[in-house]
């Protein structure tokens, strides 16, 4: 399920901030209003996940504007975070309005996307809480995207750079960033594991496996061509983990 979130804010450079950033990350969507007025009705018509308020707003002030939203039953513990040029507001946000996080102007695009991203990260994984599903933020070479981890089939390190490949696209997702030990840790699934210094598999994808040699074993997946290699090093391994799963789908 898509993350909406929503920014109000009424400076157009500001604005153009936080569109460069957001318009990197992907699996969500962003709404924008220039006023505490237009928010609430955008807030009314849309179910909004993440609130991002400007505290110096005309007319209604962003604090005003998150008392009201607070107000709204569905909103009570949605996530807001504050942008504000006076540090004499966070004490005030936090303590009325269960703010989650703040940031203070100026700030630069790399800060607000560190805070963001949190923001982000936490709330799939209250997701993943309610519905069983855990989310991957997986950064990509010009952006940031949410994956479920149930859609993983593989991944692939070649020359540096670390391929995904999932059930959501034909074509694997790429990240320049990420070493593959890295993606394991990040992804945090007993049954997504390393079978070879090249690869990691999802155990849950394997259709066969064959032996080519006393070092060196193939992995055909379920819904791809594609052949994996399993090395003598990760052989027991990926054999553990594959009778763990045959008998947790048995029983």
Request: neutral net charge.
């Amino acid at each position: 399920m898509m993350i909406k979130i929503l920014v109000v804010e009424d400076s157009e450079k500001d604005l153009l901030l936080y569109k460069n950033v957001l318009g990197d990350i992907g699996g969500i969507q962003v709404l924008y209003a220039l006023s505490g007025e237009e928010a609430l009705r955008i807030a009314k018509e849309n179910p909004i996940d993440i609130f991002i308020l400007d505290i110096e707003l005309p007319g209604i002030s962003g604090l005003q504007l998150a008392g009201k939203i607070r107000s709204i039953p569905e909103y009570v513990l949605t996530l807001i975070m504050f942008i504000t040029g006076y540090e004499k507001n966070q004490l005030e946000a936090f303590r009325q309005f269960h703010c989650y996080d703040y940031i203070i102007k100026p700030f630069s695009a790399k800060e607000f996307h560190k805070k963001i991203a949190v923001l982000i990260t936490n709330l799939a994984v209250e997701r993943q809480k309610k519905t069983r599903i855990r989310m991957l933020l997986y950064p990509e070479i010009n952006k940031e995207i949410l994956i479920p981890i149930d859609q993983i089939n593989y991944a692939e390190v070649l020359h540096r750079h670390c391929y995904l490949y999932t059930d959501l696209q034909e074509e694997p997702f790429e990240s320049s960033s990420l070493i593959l030990k890295e993606l394991i840790a990040e992804v945090n699934d007993p049954y997504f594991v390393q079978c070879h210094k090249s690869f990691a598999v999802n155990i849950k994808q394997i259709k066969a496996i064959q032996r080519q040699n006393y070092r060196l074993w193939t992995i055909t997946l379920q819904n791809s061509e594609k052949k994996l290699y399993v090395s003598s090093k990760y052989f027991n391994l990926i054999d553990e983990k594959l009778k763990e799963w045959i008998t947790e789908k048995k029983g």
